[in-house]
C-alpha cells in the first residue's frame, strides 16, 4: 500500500536553531500535503499545507518544501524555541477523495 | 473559542462493557472522522462520514461502530471494548471533499481495565 515516512524519529536542537524535519511519500497521485504538531495528551495541531503545483509555502516561522521529483517534503521551523517540542507528522492527501495518509512523525526536543 | 469538542477527554472502561464516545463541531463541515491513535503511533483512520454516508476503513474492525444524527454530532461506538483498544480516539473535521486540511479534537484517552 501506499505509505508515508520518515527519516528521523527523534530531532534534538537548541533553542534558537533552525529545525528541518523530513518526509518521504511514496503514491505520486497524492495533490496535497499537509504538517501537523502534536503535543502531549492533545489532538494535531495544523501547522502549513502545500499543493503540488507549489514547491514552497512560507507561515510564521514555519516553511513548507515540496520536491516532487524525489517524492519529499520537508518542514523548516526558524529559530525553534521550548514551545516547539512535540511531534510533527507529515501527512498526504487527493484533494478528491478527502483521506490523508500520515507518516510515522517525528518528535522535536528542544533544549533551552 | 473550541471548534472540533470531545467529550470526554478521559474515559475509563472495563473489558466488554461499551462505551460511547462523542464528537460536536461548530464548524458546519460536511465531513467527520474518528481516528485511533496509540502511543507513539501516527494516527489511524477507521472511518469517515461525508455528509450522512458512511464509510469504513476496511481493516476497521466490527467492534467500532459511528453514528452521525445530524451534520454537528458523531460518536464512536465500541461494542465490546478489549485491552487493545485503549489508545486516544480523536476526531476530525473538514469542510468539503474538495477542501483538505481536516481540523482535529483534543481527543478521548480511553482506559480499559
Known amino acids: 500500500g501506499e505509505s508515508v515516512g520518515l527519516h528521523l524519529p527523534t530531532l534534538s536542537v537548541q533553542e534558537g536553531d533552525n529545525s528541518i524535519i523530513n518526509c518521504a511519500y511514496s503514491?505520486?497521485?497524492?495533490?496535497?500535503f499537509i504538517w501537523y504538531k502534536q503535543e502531549s495528551g492533545k489532538g494535531p495541531q495544523f501547522i502549513i499545507d502545500i499543493r503540488s503545483n507549489m514547491d514552497k509555502r512560507q507561515g510564521q516561522r514555519v516553511t513548507v518544501l515540496l520536491n516532487k521529483t524525489v517524492k519529499h517534503l520537508s518542514l523548516q521551523i526558524a529559530a525553534t524555541q521550548p514551545g516547539d517540542s512535540a511531534v510533527y507528522f507529515c501527512?498526504?492527501?487527493?484533494?478528491?477523495?478527502?483521506?490523508?495518509?500520515f507518516g510515522t512523525g517525528t518528535r522535536l526536543l528542544v533544549s533551552p | 473559542d473550541a471548534m472540533v469538542i470531545q467529550n470526554p477527554r478521559y474515559q475509563v472502561t472495563q473489558f466488554g462493557k461499551p462505551v460511547t464516545l462523542s464528537c460536536s463541531q461548530t464548524l458546519n463541515h460536511n465531513v467527520m472522522y474518528w481516528y485511533q491513535q496509540k502511543s507513539s503511533q501516527a494516527p489511524k483512520l477507521l472511518f469517515h462520514?461525508?455528509?450522512?454516508?458512511?464509510?469504513n476503513e476496511a481493516d476497521t474492525p466490527d467492534n467500532f461502530q459511528s453514528r452521525r444524527p445530524n451534520t454537528s454530532f458523531c460518536f464512536l461506538d465500541i461494542r465490546s471494548p478489549g485491552l487493545g483498544d485503549a489508545a486516544m480516539y480523536l476526531c476530525?473535521?473538514?469542510?468539503?471533499?474538495?477542501?483538505?486540511?481536516?481540523?482535529f479534537g483534543p481527543g478521548t484517552r480511553l482506559t480499559v481495565l
Open positions: 462520514y461525508y455528509d450522512k454516508d458512511f464509510n
Open positions: 503514491n505520486s497521485a497524492s495533490d496535497y
Open positions: 476530525a473535521t473538514t469542510p468539503t471533499a474538495s477542501t483538505d486540511t481536516q481540523y
Open positions: 501527512a498526504e492527501g487527493d484533494t478528491g477523495f478527502q483521506k490523508l495518509v
